[in-house]
């Protein structure tokens, strides 16, 4: 196999410097990171009182007991369907969302784009903006080099422990734990998981950032089957953007003056850098179709590169939709800064849907965006979450403060006594879910005549202490010339009723007769 | 070998196959995941030196780590062993017929004793104990030996009619095909199906009655309830350990019945031949 001698077999990574970019999205994304990475760090702490013997965390995932609480919801394993039904809304809704605009999850809200916009952020601050961190790179290792990557390493670190710290609260008492590891009594199993979370965070968040959207994330190519050309995401208006560069030698030279004055921002006090000039919020509606350049006959793009240099993925939005970009929308912002220099319209890089281009491009105006998001497809998704969300409100109302659950032994299905009597057995599991012990009388409903017995108990009372299940062996015993022992299979409901608290519930079983009938 | 192309737009050699159309580009790989790739290979030869891998041709590769499953399980069962030597010494010195009353006690005895029975006696009894033919369904309420915890320990211990073992419980039914006429077994066989069943022949019993009376009435009692000292069985019950059927009651007399259990004393520890005492009786037909 001869192939081109020259081709390397692999490719060093392009490092990316992202250059700091004000505007509507980037305001909209410090928000988000803002609130998730609030939510992320502070649920742990929030306080639940659920009485004495239960414990006050509002979101625990308490492995040990097998319990999940939820603010006032408990859940136990027999329930994990509630876990199981919250993924699947989880999932439907990452197909809602990407089918209507594109890859807002990437973009917005995926955990490894925050703490990689939180670490570029951090760069940012100790190192400079992009050209300061490109001299940086270049430059070989002095003092000042060593200085400034050891100070941002420290920084990312004490982030990355923070993070992989806060993941460890949310299965046990947070502040009981967070004692116990300043005290190093913590159990080793918390702090090897904070330490892996800490070189995961450390390292995807500090140097593999794009590579792993890029070559270890499924979704980029996953979300291909999800989106359409109604699908809003973002790309460059290239009918209006080409030919680019040439002609406009004077807005050009106006809108590079600009973009000194912003990189010399950028490279004076840290305080200060995000505290540029903003200008009204802008929407994701297509702007209207541009009044081309009669003047140059040139497109609107002046090469200015502003889009290709605040981009965190490293790539160029006006070569197409590619399988790298996040839509994070960064570049709309640095575009639309420009256009308002030099006095263009806004929307050069928008959020719009591809199916619009051959109106646009004709002059006409676009299908309104409530068109390109109510869609069958979209319908259809936002139906089946709403199918799966209300079946599991509906789960969860139902649910009773006692349960039972019940498996007929049939191993065999059923025992001839010495008297001709017919007798099954049954496995009853009985969960008591309040906070103090509870006894239930277990009785029995048929039209055919059945006697119930507990094994080793002289009644039909079990008490079963608080929050925790008891497994009762329960005989039911036909006698021998009742139709239950005779006939193959009788209906027969067993119930479970606690004197006490006025509650009672059932289950519906079967039993197994001689079959003679 | 495929031809050489180099993409249009990209200007990338491609791997030269097409699908439906589509040509793959011959982009390098990133040196971090090409670094990975040799990092995993060089762990894995690692691994294979360090750990058993390499089958041979008398077993495989040992490592050099010393680590092997059997040792793992080992020391494992050793742990729980420990874990469990308190309950294990509570329960060999506990009187078992008032386990019942130390429900932690109890709820261990019946663990251990169901493992011990689905590894031992579930071979005859049937993993659910509900016997077969010949062999009896420890779940009804009928006993050949007795039924009480102390009773079914004493089986475990010494089981039926083995040689193995002096204190085996021990009786033997004669064969009575050598004895009787086989008119005089139809008779008697007519009898005992009437001391369970209403549908005999009346006159043909009668018959049998006094057959029985001679012959049988001595371990089975004057009324056909059997008899525990020498685990003669009920023969008024709905109970059958052969089948109540005229036939197979037929064969039971001409030429008797003799089951055997093997004597459980030596091969189990005690704590498993009380566990597993406890575990039958709990089953539903303990008395
Ligand atoms: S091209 Fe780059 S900056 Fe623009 S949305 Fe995509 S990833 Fe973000
Ligand atoms: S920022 Fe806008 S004007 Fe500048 S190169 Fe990108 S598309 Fe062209």
């Known amino acids: 196999m001869t192939s081109q001698p020259d081709q390397p077999l692999y490719a060093a990574r392009v490092p990316i410097f992202p250059r700091r970019v004000n505007g509507f999205f980037r ?18 702490w929030l306080r639940w ?3 004495a013997s239960l414990p006050d965390q509002a979101v625990l995932i308490d492995l040990a007991n097998r319990r999940f609480y939820f603010l006032w919801i408990e859940i136990w394993p027999h329930e994990f369907y509630f876990v199981a039904g919250l993924l699947i809304m989880a999932g439907l809704g990452l197909f809602l969302f990407t089918s209507a605009l594109g890859r807002v999850w990437c973009g917005y809200t995926c955990p490894q784009t925050v703490w990689t916009d939180l670490f570029l952020l951090v760069e940012r601050w100790i190192e400079g903006d992009r050209n300061a961190r490109l001299r940086l790179h270049k430059a070989s290792w002095s003092l000042h080099k060593w200085r400034l990557r050891l100070t941002k390493w420290v920084v990312w670190l004490v982030i990355s422990v923070a993070t992989g710290g806060a993941w460890v609260f ?20 918390a702090y090897t998981t904070i330490a892996i979370l800490t070189a995961t965070t450390f390292i995807f968040g500090g140097f593999l950032r794009e ?9 980029p190519r996953i979300q291909a089957a999800m989106m359409d050309p109604d699908t809003i995401t973002v790309a460059y208006r290239d009918w209006r953007g080409e030919p680019r560069g040439k002609g406009n030698a004077k807005t050009r030279k106006a809108a590079e003056a600009q973009e000194a004055v912003v990189a010399a921002q950028a490279a004076g006090a840290g305080a200060a850098r995000y505290a540029g000039t903003p200008y009204p919020g802008k929407g994701t509606q297509p702007a209207t179709p541009p009044a081309l350049d009669t003047v140059s006959d040139k497109g609107d793009c002046i090469d200015c590169m502003a889009c290709v240099n605040v981009c965190p993925m490293g790539i160029d939005i006006r070569n197409g939709q590619q399988m790298e970009c996040i839509t994070c929308a960064l570049c709309i912002d640095a575009c639309d800064d420009v256009m308002a220099r030099i006095g263009k319209p806004r929307g050069l890089i928008d959020y719009l849907a591809l199916s619009d281009e051959p109106a646009e491009r004709a002059g006409a105006a676009p299908k309104p965006l409530w068109r390109h998001i109510l869609r069958p497809r979209t319908i259809l998704y936002t139906a089946m979450w709403l199918l ?7 789960a969860l109302f139902i649910r009773s403060d006692i349960e039972l659950t019940v498996s007929p032994v049939r191993n065999p299905t059923f025992v001839v006594l010495s008297d001709g009597n017919v007798r099954n057995i049954y496995d009853v599991r009985l969960r008591n879910k309040a906070g103090e012990a509870r006894t239930f009388r277990l009785s029995l409903t048929s039209d055919d005549l059945l006697q119930i017995g507990l094994e080793g108990r002289e009644t039909l009372s079990v008490t079963v202490p608080a929050d925790s299940t008891v497994l009762q062996r329960v005989y039911v015993t036909a006698r021998a010339d009742d139709p239950a022992a005779q006939e193959d299979t009788t209906a027969l409901r067993l119930w479970v009723e606690d004197v006490s608290a006025q509650i009672r519930a059932s289950k519906a079983t079967t039993f197994n007769g001689r079959g003679t009938k | 070998m495929s031809e050489r192309k180099t993409d249009e737009v990209t200007g990338v050699e491609t791997t030269g196959h097409s699908w439906d159309g589509i040509e793959e580009l011959n982009n390098p790989l990133p040196r971090w995941w090409l670094w990975t790739l040799y990092l995993c290979i060089i762990w894995a030869i690692g691994y294979t030196i360090a750990y058993p891998a390499w089958p041979m041709i008398s077993g495989a590769t040992q490592g050099v780590m010393g680590w092997s499953t059997r040792a793992n399980v080992a020391a494992d069962i050793a742990t729980h062993e420990d874990n469990n030597a308190e309950l294990v010494s509570q329960l060999v010195a506990a009187d078992v017929a008032t386990l019942p009353e130390h429900p932690d006690l109890n709820r261990y005895a019946i663990a251990r004793g169901g493992a011990v029975f689905r590894a031992n006696c579930s071979q005859c009894h049937g993993s659910g104990a509900a016997g077969a033919k010949g062999y009896p369904n420890l779940l009804d309420d009928d006993w050949l030996w007795g039924g009480d915890i102390d009773a079914i320990m004493t089986t475990v211990r010494h089981g039926i009619r083995n040689t193995q073992d002096d204190d085996a419980r021990y009786s033997e039914m004669p064969a009575f095909g050598e004895i009787l006429e086989p008119a005089e077994i139809d008779a008697v066989v007519e009898h005992v199906v009437s001391l369970s069943h ?19 009435a001595s371990c089975h009692g004057d009324a056909g309830l059997g008899m525990r000292e020498m685990g003669a069985p009920n023969l008024a019950d709905a109970i059958w350990l052969y089948g109540g059927d005229r036939e197979t009651l037929h064969k039971t007399v001409e030429f008797s019945r003799f089951g055997v259990m093997p004597p459980w004393g030596p091969r189990l520890k005690e704590a498993d031949i009380r566990a597993v005492s406890v575990y039958v009786h709990s089953l539903g037909g303990g008395e």
């Open chain 1, 27 to 44: 305001r909209f994304k410090w928000w988000i990171m803002a609130i998730t990475l609030g939510i992320y760090y502070l649920t742990p």
């Open chain 1, 49 to 51: 009182d659920r009485g």
């Open chain 1, 170 to 189: 949310y299965f046990t008492d947070a502040p009981t734990l967070l004692r116990d590891l300043l005290s190093f009594d913590a159990h080793p199993v």
């Open chain 1, 211 to 219: 590579q792993v959207c890029i070559y270890m994330c499924p979704w």
């Open chain 1, 388 to 394: 799966v969300g209300v079946g599991l409100l509906y």
């Open chain 2, 198 to 216: 209403s549908d005999f022949d009346a006159a043909l019993a009668a018959q049998g009655a006094v057959v029985f009376a001679d012959n049988c």
